[in-house]
């Protein structure tokens, strides 16, 4: 399982790389008004992938470290910061940016202009990486901090 989170925890920088990189090609596209290109596809495209394995690799986690387990006593589960955090807010808040993702996908290949299709781009995937910044664990935030990136031992 020390895999796996490790895994996890690298992947997300290739999460946040990808989706910044929609992110920018929407924002430049929606601005200047240029033609939604290929590479705004595979921007798009990328991201979807990324969080797609990213949410496969923390369903694994998620249901092997016993965080599914917690919920069975989800009062006192609540009470606590760490526990409320890993089982209710990092994986609410994580699939509901991957089901804006994928919404977002389908919502972009559908619009009929291009100005549309980074429009859409910008609010789907903005709002995504969004949630997705807010639900790292990032090693400021006390008590649920997790380091930068996780080593093999």
Known sequence: MQTILILHS???WAVLILGLW???NALTGYFSKRTYSSNDNRSNLFFMISCDIQLLIGLVLYYSNGWFDRLKD???NMKDPINRFFTMEHTTLLILAWILVHIGRAKVKS???DNAKHKRMLIFFGIALLLIVISIPWPFRQLIGRPYFRWFN
């Open 74 to 76: 989800l009062g006192n």
């Open 22 to 24: 929609t992110l920018i």
């Open 111 to 113: 619009a009929q202009t």
């Open 10 to 12: 690298l992947f997300r």
